[in-house]
Nanobody
Framework: VQLMESGGGLVQAGESLRLSCLAS?????????MAWFRQAPGKEREFVAA????????TTGDSMEGRFIISRDNAKNTLYLQMNRLEPKDTAVYYC?????????????????WGQGTRVTVSS
């Protein structure tokens, strides 16, 4: 399984971005639970959101909830993260991840496959 993120960039606070993650090397994309994580400079990798095969989502209820929306298009083998009202604290490298355990998790160790990441920088 190969994952490739895209859509990152430099934006101003209050603007929006949509990240995409294209999966290849999969027979059936819907077999995989997908997730977004992020890692800011000098910090540990942080869970953002996860989504299972039928679109049920897992979030943490923190400041990202209500601003970030995870979704997937199984026909396109693609995972999305819509990020609205971005803040400077959202600056990080965003990674998509996948597991075939049929169970969404907040823990990075639960995911077997990772993309290379896409950088998001939010200026104030």
């Amino acid at each position: 399984v190969q994952l490739m993120e895209s859509g990152g960039g430099l934006v101003q606070a209050g603007e929006s971005l949509r990240l995409s993650c294209l999966a290849s090397g999969v027979t059936d994309f819907s077999d995989y639970v997908m997730a977004w994580f992020r890692q800011a400079p000098g910090k540990e990798r942080e869970f953002v959101a996860a989504i299972n095969d039928i679109g049920s989502t897992l979030t943490t209820g923190d400041s990202m909830e209500g601003r970030f929306i995870i979704s997937r298009d199984n026909a396109k083998n693609t995972l999305y993260l819509q990020m609205n009202r971005l803040e400077p604290k959202d600056t990080a490298v965003y990674y998509c991840a996948a597991n075939d355990e049929k169970r969404a998790s907040l823990a990075p160790t639960a995911y077997d496959f990772w993309g290379q990441g896409t950088r998001v920088t939010v200026s104030s």
